[in-house]
């Protein structure tokens, strides 16, 4: 596992711009996305751009630059998803305050679990770049990625559930001994 951390700054600087494009391929050591083509998806008659950003072994990073409600994000979410399966969409309200990145986690013989992170941009996003950390990835690390590999790296950033299990399994091992 690659430990490369993010630089806070000029990830910070991205952050506040919008510049998620900036922030994937220069700092997170993401790849230009192999389509520049908005992806647009149909819910109720309304349609949403889904602007690629960056992608890393066959996961794609997407903006959405409305601001649906909770309900609508999960069926854009599922509307993105028959065009590309592992996915992150990072929505913002057009007065540019406001991002929700939404992830899903997917386990076989589970439903699908929605992730949201919900980052003002007038607060530190200190939270965020703790996520990214885990999605950053090192030149070093590149041969030997695969689509698993980084899903599983989304996991660790996004799914909450998973990181909390982890830390109260860890936490009850020491308290046992």
Request: aromatic content about 10%.
């Amino acid at each position: 596992r690659g430990n490369m951390t993010v630089n806070k700054p000029t990830a910070t600087t991205h952050l506040k711009a919008f510049d998620f494009a900036t922030l994937f391929i220069e700092e997170l050591g993401w790849d230009r996305p192999a389509s520049r083509h908005n992806e647009t998806v149909d819910v109720g008659g309304t349609q949403y751009a889904l602007s690629p950003v960056a992608e890393k072994r066959g996961v794609r990073i997407f903006v959405c630059a409305d601001e649906p409600d909770r309900n609508t994000r999960q069926r854009i979410e599922r509307e993105i998803t028959k065009l590309a399966f592992e996915h992150l969409i990072i929505f913002t309200d057009p007065a540019k305050t406001k991002q929700i990145w939404q992830w899903v986690a997917r386990e076989k013989g589970k439903p699908a679990a929605f992730r949201e992170h919900t980052w003002l941009a007038a607060s530190a996003p200190d939270a965020l770049i703790q996520k990214l950390n885990h999605i950053a990835f090192a030149l070093s690390e590149e041969e030997g990625l695969t689509l698993a590999g980084t899903t599983l790296r989304m996991r660790d950033a996004f799914d909450r559930e998973k990181i909390t299990k982890r830390f109260y399994e860890a936490f009850k091992q020491q308290h046992d001994k």
